[in-house]
């Protein structure tokens, strides 16, 4: 079949989908969650053909990696969408013309998404079910490093989507190959929209290359800033959360911003990092500080590149600096604007810190690592946006409808 075939029946099936009642919808959604639970094991020995072919140490690999706890949270996540209110109909705005005309803003769905993704089977997941409850059918393309995961899955959702006599093709996988790819990106009058999650390299390249709308969920450089006055206990628990929850994530902490007067404390906040083997690279003062005190073999001179880099991996970097000024000065320099985060207990630091960094979710005293949509709650997401137009941040069902002016006259004419 050739892809203007495929995306023309996804087209097709978004006009379908539109007749279905929200009802139906959350049923179909509750019984994906239930199939999901129930072929876990075949989930899992599909997502163990791709483990196999990926090096455990590559940084994707947890990413990659479905488990049995994991799959109920998918499930829980999809049973959440489910339980959400419709997005769908809901008037924005309202108002009577002098001419007697009565306008309103109504939500509707975008109507075809494409989303492009790497290494991330439960994407499958979570973009199917807040795209089919906004009302939008949905191309997939995902990564060959799942090529069998994401199959399996596609293979349970159109199961159930047939069960229900929806058409399956509201929810098409494309190969994945570059021409796939690249026929996704340039399918104007098919695709409304196209979301990539991944890489900064996969965002810039369909960003620079797509002939259709781009919403892009950039990269996660995170820093956390630690003021001069902060409580030393909250402080620990919330850096080596932030940084070891799941390092493989885009809200996982990247650069500890130290200012000097904590120096003395570092060594003592670090300890449970070192206990996690995370390698730590730090400028010269607390370097300096740490020396004998945190693992010499994880402990390594910070360079330019230690800073403005996603790890993804037990790798963290760190700046000193001499005011609250100097840290938002990093801060902007090298922010990807995703998620930021300062612990202090001086107030007005806190308010401008939350006022004046540009990120999509700023945070005080608490661990970046919930930038996510279920923490939110929002059932689930479909990628956290670091661009300002349409969407910033998690990304749900409210980010993925658009709407219409709906006019209602009586015979009037303009002159």
């Known amino acids: 079949m050739q892809y203007q075939e495929i995306f023309s029946k996804v087209r097709e099936a978004s006009r379908e989908l539109q007749k279905l009642k929200a009802e139906t919808i959350d049923q179909l959604l509750l019984a994906l969650a239930n199939e999901a639970e129930m072929q876990t094991k075949t989930i899992l020995a599909e997502n163990q053909k791709d483990l196999d072919l990926m090096d455990p140490k590559d940084p994707k690999y947890d990413r990659l990696k479905l488990t049995e706890d994991r799959i109920k949270g998918i499930a829980g996540d999809i049973r959440n969408v489910a339980k959400l209110d ?29 989303i492009i993704y790497e290494a991330r089977p439960n994407v499958t997941f979570d973009v199917f079910s807040l795209c089919v409850k906004s009302g939008n059918a949905c191309i997939l393309k995902g990564g060959s490093d799942a090529k069998f995961s994401n199959q399996a899955i596609i293979n349970i959702i159109k199961e ?3 069960n229900f006599n929806v058409n399956t093709s509201v929810a098409e996988l494309l190969p994945p190959d570059r021409e796939a790819t690249q026929e996704l990106l340039t399918a104007r009058g098919y695709v409304d929209v196209i979301i990539p999650r991944g890489s900064q390299g996969l965002i810039d390249f369909v960003a620079q290359n797509a002939k259709i709308p781009v919403i892009e969920t950039g ?23 932030a940084k070891t929850r799941r390092v493989s994530v885009c809200n996982a902490l990247d650069c500890l911003i130290v200012h000097r007067k904590q120096l003395p404390n570092l060594p003592k906040i670090l300890e449970p990092l070192a206990k996690s083997n995370v390698t730590i690279y730090a400028d010269g003062p607390s370097k300096t500080v740490l020396s004998g005190h945190y693992p010499s073999s994880q402990l390594m001179a910070a360079t330019e590149e230690s800073y403005g880099t996603e790890f993804l991996d037990y790798k963290m970097s760190i700046k000193t600096v001499d005011d609250f000024d100097g840290a938002l000065n990093h801060i902007y320099k090298y922010s990807s604007k995703h998620s930021e985060a300062i612990i202090s207990d001086i107030p007005e630091h806190i308010e401008r810190f939350l006022n004046e960094v540009d990120a999509a979710a700023v945070y005080s005293n608490t661990s970046t690592a919930f930038t996510d949509g279920a923490q939110f709650g929002l059932g689930a997401e479909i990628g956290i946006s670091t661009q300002k137009l349409h969407a910033r941040g998690p990304m749900a069902l409210a980010e993925l409808t658009s709407y219409k002016w709906i006019v209602k006259g009586s015979g009037q004419i303009r002159k």
Do not use: C, F, Q, R
């Open 86 to 114: 419709s997005p769908l109909g809901k008037v924005l705005d309202k108002k009577d013309l002098p001419n007697g005309l009565h306008l309103s803003k109504v939500t509707v769905p975008m109507g075809v998404i494409g």
């Open 219 to 241: 990269a996660g450089i995170v820093h956390t800033y630690l003021d001069e006055k902060a409580d030393i206990a909250h402080a620990s628990e919330i850096i080596n959360n």
């Open 160 to 162: 159930v989507l047939g």
